[in-house]
């Protein structure tokens, strides 16, 4: 089934290495047992979760190293660990930081102690001096649930107990960034505040070479060379950047395509530029597909695949995922700007929209968010640890 990695004090527990695929479906069938009776947890697409972790389906894990360890208490999974070195994290960076991701433990400190002591090892091993996480490359998850338990997580986002922070900050990791995440609700009275619509229309007025369009399905290949182009240059100096692949952002949009709703996905243009390089910032929403996606219980087959597009048809819980404008238009407040034209295409469905992984000193950001109206209302945390 697998490699024994180490053993824990108690010689019923040990830390393996998954290296076929029983123990891979085992690695990412945990959480189903981990999580039973969890009014807020949802599945994952369980067919997508084993592809995941294949090199060729992930463009991230193509060019790392990793590994992935299980924890067997009595011989049945009780806990897991997906530890890896991004080499282009590290060459950009000049950095020798490992990461973590997929950490899932039963509620027992020896089980949580066992994997971050395996985990550091690992990465010891390879000359790495830190260890950051959680980053989840597989579902593209970051940080630890740390507020905002009684809500349950939306498409893409953390949900876990609040033990794993308590584990994590007694094995020594600390806080390294917190991720934000802000709400607008129209079902609970938010309302845009009249200034910004009157701001839209004079920042458009001003600049007229400016327009704003929604994504346009039939050319969906380059709407997400346009979304990689702009977020290459729009986060550098951003906590965490590396230059994005594009082919990892070629992978997200395939798999958000079946759900992608065009009033929800904008780009602003400067029409004085190149055909082709006119797009000069973008925001990336998507309704949220949780709900469906705990009715099918994370199956496709035989009838989840046509229930998943209804449900995300007729889903109002909306998450903007990504926004970014490149650094010679940041000034001119393009942000808010794609903001609000994303949320008046949306409000007539009383949606309720959250702005998710705000990081914590992009107070640009947050202050345009917190002026807008939105309520903060969750925390994410990334811890690391030095290792040397």
Do not use: C
């Not at 463009?59 to 999974?77: C, D, Q, T």
């Not at 004079?202 to 977020?231: F, G, K, Q």
């Not at 082919?247 to 079946?258: G, S």
């Not at 000069?280 to 597009?309: E, K």
């Amino acid at each position: 089934m697998a490699i024994e990695h180490s053993r824990a004090q108690r010689p019923d527990l040990r830390i393996v290495t998954v290296e076929d695929r029983r123990a891979l479906k085992a690695f990412v069938r945990l959480p189903e047992s981990l999580y039973r009776g969890d009014p807020h947890w949802v599945p994952p697409l369980w067919h997508d979760e084993m592809r995941g972790y294949d090199r060729g389906h992930n463009p991230i894990l193509r060019n790392s190293e990793f590994v992935l360890h299980l924890a067997l208490r009595g011989g049945l999974p009780v806990g897991r660990n997906l530890v890896y070195v991004d080499h282009a994290f590290n060459e950009f960076n000049g950095s020798q930081t490992g990461f973590f991701g997929a950490f899932e433990s039963e509620e027992n400190g020896e089980t949580s102690a066992a994997l971050i002591d395996a985990a550091e090892k690992w990465l010891d091993s390879r000359g790495m001096e830190a260890v950051r996480g959680p980053i989840h490359p597989t579902a593209e998850i970051w940080g630890f649930l740390l507020r905002g338990f009684d809500r349950p997580p939306i498409m893409m986002s953390p949900y876990n107990p609040p033990w794993y922070n308590e584990h994590f900050e007694r094995a020594g990791y600390f806080k390294v960034q917190d991720l934000l995440v802000y709400e607008a609700d129209a079902a609970r009275n938010y309302v845009m505040p009249d200034r910004f619509s009157r701001f839209a229309q004079t920042l458009l007025a001003r600049h007229p070479y400016l327009r704003v369009r929604p994504l346009n399905r039939a050319h969906i290949r380059s709407e997400a060379d346009n979304m990689w182009r702009i977020s290459n240059a729009a986060y550098v100096g951003n906590w965490g950047y590396v230059p994005v692949d594009r082919h990892i952002v070629e992978d997200l949009v395939r798999r958000l395509k079946p759900i992608i709703d065009p009033d929800a996905v904008w780009f602003v243009e400067d029409t004085r530029r190149t055909e082709g390089e006119q797009a000069v910032g973008y925001a990336l929403g998507f309704p949220d597909i949780n709900p469906t996606l705990r009715r099918i219980s994370g199956r496709l087959l035989p009838f989840g695949l046509p229930l998943l597009l209804a449900g995300a048809r007729k889903e109002r819980n909306f998450r903007l995922f990504a926004l970014g404008v490149i650094p010679e238009y940041q000034g001119l407040g393009l942000d808010v700007l794609l903001y609000i034209v994303l949320f008046r295409a949306l409000a007539p469905r009383n949606i309720r929209l959250e702005a998710n992984y705000i990081l914590e000193d992009n107070y640009r950001i947050r202050n345009a968010l917190e002026k807008l109206g939105l309520e903060h209302i969750k925390t994410y945390r990334v811890y690391e640890k030095t290792l040397i």
